[in-house]
């Protein structure tokens, strides 16, 4: 069994990458493949970054890095470009399975943080509250929702990672 851990910028991916993490994708949420893609093109823009994790040649875990901008709300910091993680998928069948004594949930999100640390970024994501515990064991920390504001109509919680050492009291992050 062969693993490998793959960053494509979308302005590289294949469409039958596309398709394949599309696919992945239809495992959790029920959108067509062509509605996938539709989005995919409308919403991520080229220099995003699609991670992929595979085993032999099969696609089983993606996320994706979207290149953004954190607007201060107080003007004393310049505006600095983040990664929002957006999409984190394991295929149903490797969920709970290991390799080398990690999860591939744990050997993607550990992947995910060093593109992250690479590019000397913060990244922000939301998630669910039974999401927190997994996040924090990757040094995630639950951010202030007073503190970061967003235009996630969800209301889900604010997870941030590497973050950057501010003088404003408060940030907007868009999607």
């Known amino acids: 069994m062969k693993l490998n851990l793959k960053s494509i910028k979308n302005i590289n991916i294949s469409n039958n990458s596309i398709k394949n993490i599309a696919k992945l994708k239809l495992q959790e ?36 890095l979207r290149k953004r901008i954190l607007n201060f709300i107080c003007k004393k910091n310049k505006d600095k470009k983040y990664f929002y993680l957006d999409t984190l998928i394991l295929d149903k069948k490797y969920r709970k399975e290991k390799f080398n004594h990690k999860t591939y949930g744990e050997i993607l999100m550990t992947y995910n943080n060093k593109i992250i640390k690479k590019h000397k970024y913060t990244s ?3 998630c669910h509250n039974h999401m927190i515990k997994f996040y924090k064991k990757f040094n995630w920390i639950k951010a202030n929702s007073k503190k970061i504001i967003t235009d996630d109509k969800k209301k889900l919680n604010i997870m941030i990672f590497n973050p950057l050492k501010l003088k404003s009291d408060k940030i907007y992050f868009n999607l």
């Open 124 to 126: 922000l994501l939301h």
């Open 29 to 64: 949420w029920k959108y067509t493949i062509n509605i996938q893609k539709k989005w995919i093109k409308k919403n991520v823009q080229p220099n995003d970054i699609h991670n992929m994790l595979f085993i032999n040649k099969k696609l089983i875990g993606y996320t994706l």
